[in-house]
Structure formats: structure tokens, C-alpha cells
């Protein structure tokens, strides 16, 4: 069992940054993708940002795109989301994600993911 715990959330203004840290309990180099998410109140979780083990592949949501930077530290078995220019709609909890890649799918996509934290609250007021 891979436990995986988020950290770096918080309250923040408008225009702020925030930088979420995702830590894995086990050795996050053999994963397939390691994955950010959010949900926000009376919303379905959506996806935020991937990136596969060599970070070879980065992949954004177009809400975040230009504004949010994924990487890896797989030394430290960590994922981090830099988030920049943050906006009342980036409120949300804030889950981290591990894919080993046995359950196939888009690393896009929820189902793609083996292990999840239990989530980082992130508010942006205006």
C-alpha cells in the first residue's frame, strides 16, 4: 500500500502563489504518472496536471495552463504543483495521485490512479 500525503495548502489573495507538495510512502520511480486533481464545492473532481516518471510528459488542464508548473523529485519520491496567479476558481481541495499504469487509461483520468492522498485545501479569495 502506497500512502500519499499532500502539503502546502492554505489561504491565499488573488494573484498569489502556492506550492502544493505531494509525498509517497514507497519508491515513486517504477510509477507510471504521478497526478494533481481538485474539487471544489458541489463540483466533480477534475483533473489539474500529470507527469509520467521521467517527466517526459507533462500534461495541464487548459484552466491551468501557463499558470501551474508539475514536477518530480524521484530522489525524494515528491510531485509538486507550483501555482502561480492563483483566482477565486482555483478553490478547491487539491488531491495528489500515483499511477503504477496496471489499470490503464488516460493519465487524465481519474481511473488511471492506484493511490490518492486525502487532499490539500487551497483558497483564493478576491
Known amino acids: 500500500q502506497v500512502q500519499v500525503v499532500e502539503s502546502g495548502g492554505g489561504l491565499v489573495q488573488t494573484g498569489d502563489s502556492l506550492r502544493l507538495s505531494c509525498a509517497a510512502s514507497e519508491r515513486t520511480l517504477d510509477s507510471h504518472a504521478m497526478g494533481w486533481f481538485r474539487q471544489a464545492p458541489g463540483k466533480e473532481r477534475e483533473f489539474v496536471a500529470a507527469?509520467?516518471?521521467?517527466?517526459?510528459?507533462?500534461y495541464y488542464a487548459d484552466s491551468v495552463k501557463g499558470r501551474f508548473t508539475i514536477s518530480r523529485d524521484n530522489a525524494k519520491n515528491t510531485v509538486y504543483l507550483q501555482m502561480n496567479s492563483l483566482k477565486p476558481e482555483d478553490t478547491a481541495v487539491y488531491y495528489c495521485?500515483?499511477?503504477?499504469?496496471?489499470?490503464?487509461?488516460?493519465?487524465?483520468?481519474?481511473?488511471?490512479?492506484?493511490?490518492w492522498g486525502q487532499g490539500t485545501q487551497v483558497t483564493v479569495s478576491s
Open positions: 495521485a500515483v499511477s503504477f499504469g496496471g489499470k490503464g487509461g488516460n493519465v487524465l483520468t481519474m481511473k488511471a490512479y492506484d493511490y
Open positions: 507527469i509520467t516518471w521521467n517527466g517526459g510528459f507533462i
